[in-house]
């Protein structure tokens, strides 16, 4: 039983790393370019940025890629797939503060070339009046408590 498995186990792994071939190219000849490298937005507020799929000599590759972000619910892009030219002008709308991704791809599994930039959105600013209002209903949900108590033990 040892000899099967001592034997059997080296040729399998023979068997399935001998044949593949190493497709990794390190130098791929499409890559993005993107107006800016990071943007820096509000929560609501939008920007529109360009994207466009290049090939090695910096020409338009005619190939149609997708844009979406990343937490999902985080930011709107519209629209989220490219024109045939490889070239998409996207607005994005932050609905989340954070620190956010708009990653974009080629539709090809094989050679597929992806990137990314950075989305930054602060988080928003409490208003002062805001605070005020507050402190206000707690005052007087705590005035009708204590009346309510009172009317009580007068009874």
Same mark, same amino acid.
């Given at each position: ?64 890629? #997708? =844009?979406?972000?990343?937490?999902? $619910?985080?930011? !709107?892009? /519209?629209? &989220? ?9 996207? #607005? =994005?709308?932050?609905?989340?503060? $954070?620190?956010? !991704?708009? /990653?974009? &791809? ?10 990314? =930039? ?38």
């Amino acid at each position: 039983m040892r000899y099967k498995i001592f034997v059997l186990v080296p040729l399998l792994l023979l068997a399935y790393g001998l044949p593949q071939e190493n497709k990794v190219d390190k130098d791929q000849s499409l890559h993005f370019l993107f107006d800016i490298d990071t943007i820096f937005l509000n929560v609501g507020e939008s920007a529109d940025i360009n994207i466009k799929l290049l090939n090695e000599n910096g020409e338009p590759s005619n190939t149609v890629f #997708s =844009i979406y972000g990343t937490p999902r $619910g985080a930011l !709107k892009t /519209h629209p &989220r797939i490219s024109d045939s030219t490889g070239f998409a002008r996207v #607005s =994005i709308t932050p609905y989340k503060p $954070g620190t956010h !991704k708009l /990653h974009v &791809r080629t539709g090809y599994i094989e050679d597929q070339v992806v990137s990314q =930039i950075n989305v930054e959105v602060p988080s928003p600013q409490i208003s002062i009046l805001f605070l005020i209002i507050m402190k206000r209903l707690i005052i007087q949900k705590l005035l009708i408590h204590l009346v309510i108590r009172y009317l009580i033990k007068q009874d």
